[in-house]
């Protein structure tokens, strides 16, 4: 069963395989077609029309999926490879090692938002970025320079949404008052829950429809992934996923979820409850 | 892979030409808590054409037949479609997309200080 690290407490060989195979992934072309898809969804994923990706119950559901069938990709290109986490309310510094030259690299600079060092520089000549939002060619950071964001969330905003004592509620979007999924989504509250929060404090590519052109979106990701199972455990008897019945707009419990529908595939919130069907992470309990 | 780039400037361009139709729901809550909005109007949007930060914004106000992306405006900055939605009772954009504004006016002010010069595609 594959495991699921802390970034932190990856080994150099470690960090070096995650690394290379994100790069040989983008080489062979696999990559981007996750930029194209998160995109689609995050374009058409409105408060009240049909929704699955984001401001929905699915969000967690969806990316889950989503980031496994990522991680195979990393996969097919070495085996050993998982996706690592980044429990941003410990690993908080622009000095810290995720942000290394040799794992994620640094910060953008002033003038351009380019990140100037590590394996993504547009430099190195391996990390072009072809979805994009405007001209600029290169991968773009402006950590901690938001106005509105200048910290991570902290351990309290974490713990405010691993409290809620049920999954989500109606109407079943950004404005949700009280749910696991949107405050860890992030809209409620005033749009200050974890998700949204490191979209924003890391800028550039993060905060646009294209994030996983920016490869700390799947850290970011898979410990947004691991609270909602840590969610799950605090809250045994709270049904792991909410809306059991069909409401419009929305994916319930046993309905399939778009894009793994459209090719066929039946994909539902109840199959992606239980992580532990298709990895485990290195604190669940042995 | 500049089929990729070809394919999302076409996305863009066909949404925005889509763009077309009367305010929807989530506009009106909008336009009613505008109070701190001063492009909103009571009935819908207030379009605009300025320079901000030496590049044009102009908020065309839209009307039609509906559709998935019809929100009564459309919004460009230098000649150029920029993608908003509403969210919650504000705005966001496809560059600012985890960050809500107030309005199209200021979603697309957003914009142009994240762009730092650059164009759209
Ligand atoms: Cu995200």
């Known amino acids: 069963m594959a495991v699921r690290k802390n970034q932190a407490k990856l080994t150099k060989a470690e960090r070096r395989d995650f690394v290379e195979a994100l790069l040989e992934l983008k080489r062979r072309g696999g990559y981007d077609k996750y930029v194209e898809t998160h995109d689609r969804f995050v374009m058409s994923d409105l408060d009240d029309q049909e929704r699955t990706g984001h401001v929905s119950p699915s969000f967690l559901p969806w990316h889950r999926q989503f980031l496994l069938d990522f991680e195979r990709d990393l996969q097919s290109v070495n085996p050993a490879v998982t996706l690592p986490y980044w429990d941003f309310t410990v690993n908080r510094s622009l000095n810290d090692p995720v942000f290394a030259p040799d794992f994620l690299g640094g910060n953008g600079r002033e003038r351009d938002a380019q990140v100037m060092d590590g394996p993504f520089a547009y430099g190195g000549g391996r990390w072009p970025i072809y979805f994009k939002v405007d001209e600029r060619p290169f991968l773009m950071r402006e950590m901690g320079r938001s106005k509105t964001t200048p910290q991570l969330p902290t351990a ?32 409620a509250n005033g749009n200050t829950g974890p998700h949204n929060t490191v979209h924003r404090w890391v800028g550039g590519h993060m905060n646009t429809g294209m994030s996983p052109n920016d490869p700390v979106f799947w850290l970011l990701h898979c410990f947004i992934d691991k609270l909602w199972s840590d969610w799950q455990r605090r809250h045994p008897k709270a049904p792991a996923y909410l809306p059991v019945e069909p409401v419009k707009d929305i994916v319930a419990l046993n309905q399939p979820m778009k894009p793994w529908s459209e090719k066929g595939q039946r994909v539902t919130p109840a199959d992606m409850i239980d992580h532990r069907k298709f990895y485990s992470y290195d604190t669940d309990a042995a | 892979m500049s089929d990729l780039t070809r394919r999302r400037v076409l996305g863009r361009t066909a949404a925005a030409a889509a763009a077309i139709v009367l305010a929807g729901p989530a506009v009106s809550a909008y336009a009613a808590e505008s109070g701190h909005d001063h492009h909103g109007t009571g009935s819908g949007h207030r379009p605009f054409d300025e320079i901000y930060e030496g590049r044009r914004i102009e908020g065309r106000l839209t009307s039609g037949s509906g559709g998935h992306h019809d929100f009564g405006i459309a919004v460009f900055v230098d000649g150029r479609p920029l993608h908003i ?9 496809v560059i600012n997309h985890y960050e809500v504004f107030a309005s199209p006016y200021e979603v697309t002010r957003a914009a142009v200080r994240a762009l730092r010069g650059a164009n759209l595609v």
């Open chain 1, 156 to 187: 309290a905003t974490v713990e405010a949404a691993l409290a809620a004592p049920y999954y989500d509620e109606a109407p079943w979007n950004s404005t949700s008052k009280a749910g696991f999924r949107n405050l860890v989504e992030g809209w």
């Open chain 2, 85 to 93: 939605m509403p969210r919650g009772d504000g705005w966001i954009s």
